[in-house]
């Protein structure tokens, strides 16, 4: 059974930086493509970054792109970080990561993940 645990959510100040990691367990995820979403209060879920299952692809939200970046553990094929720097208050939300097996090129619809973190929250202060 595939288990994703994201990490390192928090309270930052406008202008800081975090960095999210998602651990997975389960089979080998070395076929995976995998994804960041956000959800804030009242608003629907949202893309933020994708990585292909090879890692050479990256796609990110226009919101996001120049500040947030994703990547995987070099090492092992079953962590993915989203590194999130000039962080600012509309970026507070629940940040879920996400995961399909199957060799997939970036994908950026929720639709299109099978499995999905419990969320962590990220917090941004003015």
């Known amino acids: 059974q595939v288990q994703l645990v994201e990490s390192g959510g928090g309270l930052v100040q406008a202008g800081g930086s975090l960095r999210l990691s998602c651990a997975a367990s389960g089979p080998t995820f070395s076929s995976y493509a995998w994804g960041w979403f956000r959800q804030a209060p009242g608003k629907e879920r949202e893309f933020v970054a994708a990585i292909s299952w090879a890692g050479g692809s990256t796609r990110y939200a226009d919101s996001v792109k120049g500040r947030f970046t994703i990547s995987r553990d070099n090492a092992k094929d079953t962590v993915v970080f989203l590194q999130m720097n000039g962080l600012t208050p509309e970026d507070t939300a629940v940040y879920y990561c996400?995961?399909?097996?199957?060799?997939?090129?970036?994908?950026?619809?929720?639709?299109?993940?099978?499995?999905w973190g419990q969320g962590t929250q990220v917090t941004v202060s003015s």
């Open positions: 996400a995961a399909k097996d199957g060799r997939p090129a970036v994908l950026v619809s929720a639709s299109d993940y099978d499995y």
